[in-house]
Nanobody, 121 residues
């Protein structure tokens, strides 16, 4: 069973930084891509950033220049470094991974349980 576990959320003041981590565990052939999404109260879940297996990155316009996504293949992990945080960044942040399954070789989509990020003075 594949599991994604996020960590690193918390309460920070505007202008501060935070680093989220996502670790993938279980049995699988490979991780195709990883991404971070967020969902604020009353809003739809939105893509924050993604990174492919060859480390091609993509960012939402709202976070470009403030956020960096990275991954560590050896640790089956992805990270989201967020700088100059704003109150609008307050949301539950979810890790997402597209993973090649062991038996079928098909790509499945998996989600973490989410980690709360609150930006407030």
């Amino acid at each position: 069973q594949v599991q994604l576990v996020e960590s690193g959320g918390g309460l920070v003041q505007p202008g501060e930084s935070l680093r989220l981590s996502c670790a993938v565990s279980g049995r699988f052939r490979a991780i195709y891509s990883m991404a971070w999404y967020r969902q604020a109260p009353g809003k739809q879940r939105e893509l924050v950033a993604s990174i492919s297996s060859v480390e091609t990155t993509n960012y939402a316009d709202s976070v470009k220049g403030r956020v960096t996504i990275s991954r560590d293949g050896a640790k089956n992990s992805a990270y989201l470094r967020m700088n100059t945080l704003k109150p609008d960044d307050t949301a539950v942040y979810y890790c997402n991974a597209k993973i090649v399954q062991v038996v079928t070789g098909e790509v499945g989509t998996y989600w973490g349980q989410g980690t709360q990020v609150t930006v407030s003075s």
